[in-house]
């Protein structure tokens, strides 16, 4: 991609094999183009080209053909998710959500151009994209083709944030929007429950009461300990306790966020959040802070083609003002048994989901 977007009309690829070329000369050439982009973009490339020369000219040799630039981006999305996959199934398993999940959640969610997302546990970027692709296709179809293009690049490039703790699933999100045309610079790899002001030093935009819409799909079981974090007593739902589940520990993060009175988010949580007794002050930290537009359970396999069993659903809320009191009001409840594929990954044909978003659609206009 690179080599395409910086060849000049009329000269020569160096992404191609030239007549009698070596594989040691091939190799030298790609490790070039490779050499400047690491160059600009340390944080992404931090690794030299581990590779024999043969493989290096094998590569060139299947896909000199290609213009990549000009392939669409959702066709180079599933490539990029196929040519990762068993990364992704392997030990980053939990990383990784389904993309009819993720697809639900970002209609659920509706963003429009001017919308700045979030996503803090952003694994390889799949909110991200998902989100990106959605506002490319409005722009396509409501704009002429110039226009279009600069609005979604703005969007990609201004709108997009995302934070992985995993250094090299970060990297993996950074390429993956790079394929996809951009955005990676706001992709940054810390601990998403480190204090706000430290998140805010490694870049300025992520800050609290700023962004207009969350996705996530955050790490579940793992344990905060007060011996080994010291932000444990800043959260509400962690004070004076020795330790506290990341999940919940989430939920409060993600409020940190949103904008107040506006900012929506939709979160993957595990049902004990929602149903056992002893987690009934997470329940009312909830209903406190936020107005709940909608839960949809999952069925138990959602999750498990990626390692993780846990029985889950998709809670959607909207973070109230300052000082807002809610009456009673109505609260969208849904369950889907059939979310697009099985247990075992394969597709279904048959996707509850769809008609889940229909019926929120009729529920808001209520």
């Known amino acids: ?30 490790d070039a183009i490779y050499q400047e982009a690491k160059k600009e973009d ?10 024999d020369p043969k493989i290096v000219y094998n590569v060139v040799e299947h896909l000199q053909e290609l213009a990549i630039t000009k392939i669409d981006l959702d066709t180079k999305g599933v490539a990029f998710e196929r040519f990762m996959e068993d990364f992704f199934k392997g030990k980053m398993g939990q990383f990784f959500t389904p993309r009819e999940i993720i697809t639900f959640c970002v209609e659920m969610m509706n963003p429009e151009k001017g919308d700045l997302v979030i996503d803090p546990a952003c694994g390889s970027g799949g909110f991200l994209l998902n989100t990106l692709d959605k506002v490319r296709k409005h722009t396509e179809e409501n704009y002429d083709e110039k226009e279009a293009w600069e609005h979604w690049h703005k969007f990609a490039m201004n709108n997009l944030y995302g934070i992985e703790i995993n250094d090299q699933i970060a990297r993996v999100c950074k390429m993956n929007m790079i394929i996809h045309d951009d955005g990676h610079t706001n992709v940054i790899s810390t601990d998403s429950l480190r204090n706000v002001d430290e998140i805010t030093e490694i870049h300025r935009e992520f800050k609290k009461n700023y962004f207009d819409i969350l996705l996530t799909n955050p790490p579940f079981g793992a344990i905060v300990k007060s011996t080994e974090k010291d932000y444990l007593d800043k959260y509400e739902l962690g004070k004076g306790k020795k330790n506290q589940k990341t999940e919940i520990l989430f939920i409060e993060r993600c409020l940190d966020f949103l904008k107040a009175g506006t900012g929506k988010m939709a979160i993957v949580l595990p049902d004990g959040i929602l149903t056992n007794s002893s987690l009934q002050y997470v329940r009312d930290f909830i209903m406190e802070k936020t107005q709940i537009l909608a839960v949809v359970s999952l069925p138990q396999f959602a999750f498990t083609h990626f390692g993780a069993g846990v029985k889950s659903s998709l809670v959607f809320l909207r973070k109230k003002g300052e000082n807002e009191r809610l009456e009673n009001y109505p609260i969208f409840m849904a369950t889907a048994e059939h979310i697009g594929y099985d247990a075992t990954g394969r597709k279904d044909l048959i996707n509850d989901l769809d008609t889940i978003l229909e019926e929120y659609r009729k529920f808001e206009r209520r």
């Open 42 to 51: 340390a944080e992404v490339f931090k690794e030299d080209i581990r590779l």
């Open 1 to 30: 991609m690179r080599d395409e977007k910086t060849t000049k009309r009329g000269e020569t690829y160096s992404f191609q094999i030239g007549t009698h070329e070596s594989a040691d000369e091939i190799y030298r050439r790609i």
